[in-house]
C-alpha cells in the first residue's frame, strides 16, 4: 500500500510541473509581439500635436512647438540661481540634455503637427499669441509607435491678455 500511496504523489508532482510549464507556455503565446531591442528607439514615435483652437474667428496660426529632453526651465532656473563663473547657458544646457538635442515643429494653419521622437520623457514648450497668449509647458512621456497630444486652454500653463 505505501508502494502505491509513493507512486501516486509521484505521479501528482509530475502533473503538476506539467500544469504550470502548460499554463507559462499558453501565457507566453498570447503576449503581443514586440519589435527587435533596440529597433523602437530607431524608429522613433510618431507624436501628433493638434491644437484646439481657442476661438472660432481665430487668424491663421502660425505657433513653433519645442520639445526639450529636459526641463528647460528648471535648467534656467538651477544656472541663473547657482554662480557659474567662465560657463555659458548653452553649455550648461547640453551637459544637462547628456548628448540629446531639442527638436522644433511647427503647426499648420489648422494647429496639427507629426514629428517623430525617440522615446523617453520630454518636455513640450508652445506660445500661441493673439489677443490672448496661452502658453503651454507640458512633460510629455514618450512611448510606442504613435501618439496624439492635444493643446488646449484648459492644460495651458498660462493665459493672459494681451493689450
Do not use: C
Not at 65 to 86: N, Q
Not at 120 to 144: C, F, M, Q, T, Y
Amino acid at each position: 500500500m505505501n508502494i502505491y500511496r509513493g507512486v501516486a504523489i509521484r505521479i501528482l508532482q509530475v502533473g503538476m510541473i506539467a500544469a504550470l510549464l502548460g499554463a507559462g507556455w499558453l501565457i507566453y503565446r498570447s503576449l503581443p509581439t514586440s519589435p527587435a531591442v533596440g529597433e523602437d528607439f530607431r524608429q522613433g514615435t510618431s507624436l501628433q500635436i493638434i491644437l484646439q483652437r481657442p476661438f472660432e474667428n481665430a487668424s491663421p496660426l502660425d505657433v513653433s512647438v519645442d520639445l526639450y529632453p529636459v526641463d528647460i526651465v528648471a535648467v534656467r532656473h538651477e544656472f541663473f540661481t547657482e554662480p557659474r563663473t567662465g560657463k555659458r547657458f548653452d553649455d550648461f544646457l547640453k551637459e544637462r540634455m547628456k548628448g540629446r538635442s531639442p527638436v522644433t515643429a511647427h503647426l499648420d494653419k489648422q494647429g496639427h503637427g507629426t514629428i517623430t521622437l525617440p522615446p523617453g520623457n520630454w518636455w513640450l514648450h508652445a506660445k500661441l499669441s493673439g489677443d490672448e497668449e496661452l502658453e503651454w509647458r507640458l512633460p510629455v512621456s514618450i512611448v510606442g509607435v504613435k501618439q496624439t497630444l492635444e493643446l488646449t486652454p484648459q492644460n495651458a500653463y498660462t493665459r493672459s491678455k494681451t493689450f
